[in-house]
Nanobody
Framework: QGPLVESGGGSVQAGGSLRLSCAAPGYRYSGYCTGWFRQSPGKEREGVAT???????TYGPAAEGRFTISGENANRNVYLQMNSLKPEDTAMYYC??????????????????WGQGTQVTVSS
């Protein structure tokens, strides 16, 4: 297994949109539970959304109906479409992966593989 690679972050104004991507080029197998998390300075890593090996999404409170997680190629690529962004969405966003297809959790402690993160900054 190789690292996860996030991309797509950037700076936008409130109300704007971003699409984050998570790639797993070194993974031999597919169908892993994959999630998006975010972390601001001084705060714990917060679960935003997960998608299991069968494509079922689960959303945390941070998603608020504004974000959509999706996967392709059996979750070798996972995306987070973020709409109606708010300044409070500003954070480093991380892609995490579990060792199997089931999710059942939005806790970062249950995810063992991580990428380096991509910064999202939303200005008012």
């Amino acid at each position: 297994q190789g690292p996860l690679v996030e991309s797509g972050g950037g700076s936008v104004q409130a109300g704007g949109s971003l699409r984050l991507s998570c790639a797993a080029p070194g993974y031999r197998y597919s169908g892993y539970c994959t999630g998006w998390f975010r972390q601001s300075p001084g705060k714990e890593r917060e679960g935003v959304a997960t998608i299991d090996g069968w494509g079922k999404p689960t959303y945390g409170p941070a998603a608020e109906g504004r974000f959509t997680i999706s996967g392709e190629n059996a979750n070798r690529n996972v995306y987070l479409q973020m709409n109606s962004l708010k300044p409070e969405d500003t954070a480093m966003y991380y892609c995490g992966r579990r060792g199997g297809p089931t999710c059942h959790t939005l806790s970062a402690a249950d995810f063992g593989s991580w990428g380096q993160g991509t910064q999202v900054t939303v200005s008012s």
